[in-house]
């Protein structure tokens, strides 16, 4: 197994620009998280999912919109990106509790 | 809402040393708690987890426990190794909610 897979492993963005991270795993887990993760500080929700076609708002959500077609992905969509958006991003799953994560996509907001 | 807090921020032992890292939370009706290990650059692995009805689980070198009346978690460690050297998270989950994770401890064992 895969695991958790992320991809890009970095991007650079213009201020304004889109970009969607991607996100997938072949677990066949139904709960899927996006966090964000700031230097020195600890994780903090976005969005989540209980399964296909069911998404909600987690903590810090706005400039952020996701979408859950199939069990496997998982995307994430910045529609105007802005510096405050620069930031580490986690994708994880979870099976009987306990997390996995993928290796993460950092982005930075110029 | 639940809380999570980490003290202290960094942490440097000597090689062999044990040791103790903290965790504390606010909410004592905390479902589970679970630590993670993250390294440089890397996403975050699962080292334990530790459900509101058990007091403390162990992998290898590891203990972690649980208070759930002082609100604290500990991971121990014994006999650090160089190997050991990380940021190490823990993140409580209320039955219903979703994890709040800590800012993390990050832990340097020198040679």
């Known amino acids: 197994n895969a695991g958790v897979t992320q991809t890009p492993k970095f991007r650079i963005l213009k201020i304004g620009q889109s970009m969607t991270l991607q996100c997938a795993q072949d677990?066949?887990?139904?709960?899927m998280y996006w966090y964000r993760q700031d230097p020195g500080m600890g994780l903090k929700l976005i969005y989540y999912?209980?399964?296909?076609?069911?998404?909600d708002k987690g903590e810090v959500p706005n400039g952020y919109n996701v979408s859950r077609s199939t069990t496997e992905d998982f995307p994430l969509r910045l529609e105007l990106a802005a510096p405050s958006q620069t930031s580490v991003y986690f994708c994880?799953?979870?099976?009987?509790?306990?997390?996995?994560f993928g290796p993460g996509t950092r982005l930075l907001v110029l | 809402k639940q809380e999570v807090t980490q003290i202290p921020a960094a942490l440097s032992v000597p090689e062999g040393e044990n040791l103790v890292l903290n965790c504390s939370f606010t909410?004592?009706?905390?479902?589970?708690l679970q630590w993670f290990r993250q390294d440089p650059g890397k996403g975050l692995t699962s080292l334990l987890l530790?459900?509101?009805?058990?007091r403390e689980q162990t992998s290898g070198r590891l203990n972690a426990s649980l208070d759930k009346s002082s609100g604290r978690s500990t991971l121990y460690i014994a006999a650090s190794q160089p190997g050991d050297s990380a940021t190490y998270l823990c993140?409580?989950?209320?039955?219903?909610?979703?994890?709040?994770f800590g800012p993390g401890t990050r832990l340097s064992v020198l040679p």
């Open positions: 677990m066949n887990h139904n709960y």
């Open positions: 909410d004592s009706a905390i479902y589970n």
């Open positions: 530790i459900q509101s009805s058990q």
């Open positions: 993140a409580g989950r209320n039955y219903g909610q979703n994890f709040v």
């Open positions: 999912s209980v399964g296909a076609g069911i998404t």
């Open positions: 994880a799953s979870i099976w009987k509790e306990t997390q996995y």
